[in-house]
């Protein structure tokens, strides 16, 4: 006897393009990512409407939805239920729910119906060890050129960090308009690190620069600087 085996799943991964769709939502029909060209966009699936903690979610996600068009990004939710069930999910979350200091909110951004699951299946969003019918929390980040940038995966009993989501945007998109990295745990306001040279005599030089005040130089490999006063807003 052969043994069932669990069918693969393609996760589309950083650096590639974002997976094309056309799809309805909750505003309209959607082509993804073209309707984007330009903006960072933050999509993220979610189990099941009507459930608690997607619903905690979708609320701070409003909540914080000033905050990310600030930042140039825009938001797009994803679930395997229908339009019909999205609008009375969203009505009830305006008009019933609160969440710590939250109520009253009305969720603006597009909710993907994915009845068929179509965008998904491309998304690696289904996974079956997890569930036939229902989407895992997953996070993609997709930059103005439509590829994608990051990936975040969260069981589907467990809300995610929406102070994470927030800070990694910030670091991506700090890393490319300076050519920097970010160190562990950065937030913004702190210093980031300069890359590493890629050759003895550049190694030497970086060693040279080591009083230099904008610079922190701990070896050739390890140096901190301060970004300009322009630095992405917190």
């Not at 729910?97 to 009845?115: Q, S, Y």
């Not at 289904?126 to 996070?139: C, E, N, W």
């Not at 745990?185 to 590493?196: A, H, K, R, T």
């Amino acid at each position: 006897m052969t043994e069932a085996t669990t069918p693969q799943v393609r996760v589309p991964l950083i650096g590639e393009p974002a997976p094309e769709f056309t799809a309805e939502t909750t505003n309209g029909i959607m082509n993804f990512p073209s309707d984007y060209k330009g903006k960072w966009v933050i999509l993220f699936s979610h189990p099941a409407d009507f459930t608690p903690v997607c619903t905690t979610e979708f609320m701070t996600f409003a909540n914080l939805q000033p905050e990310f068009a600030k930042l140039n990004c825009e938001l797009v939710g994803l679930s395997i239920d229908s339009t019909f069930s999205h609008i009375a999910w969203l009505l009830a979350i305006e008009e019933k729910c609160a969440f710590r200091d939250m109520k009253n909110l009305k969720v603006t951004f597009p909710v993907i119906a994915d009845l068929k699951m179509d965008v998904s299946r491309k998304y690696g969003m289904l996974q079956p060890s997890a569930s036939d019918t229902k989407a895992v929390r997953a996070v993609f980040f997709i930059d103005p050129k439509g590829i994608i940038r990051s990936l975040l995966y969260y069981p589907m009993s467990a809300g995610r960090n929406f102070v994470e989501i927030k800070r990694l945007l910030v670091a991506m998109q700090t890393a490319d308009k300076y050519g920097v990295a970010t160190p562990a745990d950065w937030v913004p306001g702190e210093d980031v690190i300069v890359p590493p040279p890629t050759s003895t005599k550049a190694a030497r030089d970086r060693m040279k620069t080591a009083a230099d005040k904008d610079t922190k130089v701990i070896d050739w490999f390890l140096s901190f600087k301060k970004l300009p006063a322009d630095k992405p807003k917190k």
